[in-house]
C-alpha cells in the first residue's frame, strides 16, 4: 500500500470542528425550504412556456396569481389615455378581471412611483404569459450585467440568483433583484466612478425605499458629482414618463397611489403579504404595538440607521465590501416598507462576506435562508423578525470594517 493510500482514511476521518461543520449541516437541514421555492418557480415558468406555446388554451394568468398581475397591466396601460387611472383601484381591479382573470383580488393595485411605469413597458408588446418570461429574464440579465460591472464575482452572483430572496422575486415578479443589484454596484462604483453612480442611485428612483441611504453615503464621502448625476436622471426618468402618460399621472399618484401605499402599510398584522415583511414598522405591528408606536420606533430605527451609515462612510475603511454590506444591511431598517423580495441584495453581500473570508458561519446560513424561514415563523408566532436577522448582519458588516480578523467584542463572539 502507498503511502499516499494510507493517507487517505486519515484525511477521512480527520476531526472537523463543530464551528466549521454546524453551518454545512443546517443548510442540508434547511434545503427542502430552498427546493420548495426552487420547484415552485419552475412550475411557473413551466406555466409561462405553455402559455406561449401551441397548448396556450390550458393555462392562464390565474395559474400563475403573482404581482405581474399589477405590472402587465400597467405597462399596457401607461401609453393610454388611461394611464392616470392606474392608481385607482376599483377602476384597475375592474380592468384586470376584464382583461385577465374574473375576480382578481382587491389587494393587487399599483402604487409605485410614477417612474416605474417605464420599467413595466418592456411587457407592452407582449402577452401575459411571453411577458412574464420578457420580465423574468429583463430584470434578472440585467441585475446581473450591474453586479459584474461592480466586480463581483461569479460565483457570488449565482449565490445571489439562486437565493431564496431571489427565487421568491423571480417566482411573484417584483423587482428586488434588479434593484439590489442597482444599489451594490452604485456603491461599489461611489470612488472609481462617480457619476456613474449618480447615474444608478438616481435610476432608484424607480422604487425608492431600495436605496435610501445612498444620499447619506456620499454626503459622508463628500462626493458631490454623483448627486448631480443622481438628480439629473430623476429628473430625465420623471420626464420621459410624464411625456409618454401626461401630467395627470403625477396627480393621480399624489392623491390614489399614497393613499393606498399608505393603506397597505397601517393594515393590522398580517392582512397581505406581511408574513413576508422585512419592516421595523411590521414587527411592531405584530408584536401588538399601535400605529403611533410602530412609527416611532420605525423612526428611531432609521435615524440610527442613519447615523451609522454617515460614521461608517466618514471614516477610513479597509474592508469596502463590508461596507457596502453594512449599508445594504441598514438600508432596509429605514423603510417603513419592505418585503422579503428585497433582501436580494442582502443575500448576494452575505455570501460574498464569507466567500472573501473563506469560511461559512451560522449566522450567513440564517441569513440567506431567513426569506424562507420568515413566512413560517411569522404565522406560527406572530412575530415579525426581518429586522432582527438584518440588524445581525450590520453588526457582522461593521465588525468587518477593519478587515478580517478584527477581535470581536465580548457581547459579540467572533464564531457567529
Known sequence: MSASTRRLP???????????????????????????????????LIIALIGVS???????????????????????????????????????????????????????????PPPTLLLTLVTAPFGFMGGFLIWTLSLTGTGIALLRRARVPWIIIAAGVLSTANLFNMLVGQLGFLTGAMFITGLASV?????????????????????????????ARREYRPIVTGTIMIACLCAAI????????????????MKTSHQILVAPFPTTYEQKGAS?????RSLGGSVGVAGVIQTISAAGAIAICFHAWRR??????????LTVMLTLLVTPYGYTTDLCGVSIMVVWLAW????LEFADVLIWMWPALCPIIATSLHMELTPLILLLGAIRAYHRLDGIGTTAPACYPASV
Do not use: C
Open 280 to 284: 421595523v414598522f411590521w414587527m411592531v
Open 356 to 359: 472573501e473570508q473563506r469560511r
Open 191 to 219: 470612488e472609481t466612478a462617480p457619476a456613474t453612480s449618480g447615474f444608478i442611485f438616481g435610476a432608484l428612483v424607480l422604487k425608492p425605499q431600495a436605496g435610501l441611504l445612498a444620499p447619506i453615503a456620499l454626503l
Open 54 to 112: 401551441p397548448w396556450h388554451g390550458s393555462v392562464s394568468p390565474a395559474d400563475l396569481g403573482n404581482d405581474f398581475l399589477v405590472f402587465w397591466p400597467v405597462g399596457h396601460l401607461a401609453t393610454t389615455t388611461d394611464a392616470a387611472r392606474i392608481y385607482d383601484p376599483p377602476w384597475f381591479s375592474a380592468w384586470q378581471s376584464s382583461h385577465l382573470m374574473p375576480h382578481t383580488p382587491s389587494y393587487l393595485q399599483f402604487f409605485y
Open 316 to 325: 477610513p475603511v479597509t474592508d469596502r465590501t463590508a461596507l457596502i454590506a
Open 10 to 44: 486519515d484525511a477521512l476521518t480527520r476531526h472537523i470542528s463543530p464551528k466549521i461543520a454546524f453551518p454545512w449541516v443546517l443548510l442540508g437541514i434547511l434545503s427542502p425550504l430552498w427546493l420548495n421555492y426552487a420547484r415552485s418557480l419552475i412550475n411557473a
Open 242 to 257: 410624464t411625456l409618454i402618460s401626461g401630467w395627470s399621472i403625477w396627480g393621480a399618484f399624489l392623491l390614489e397611489g
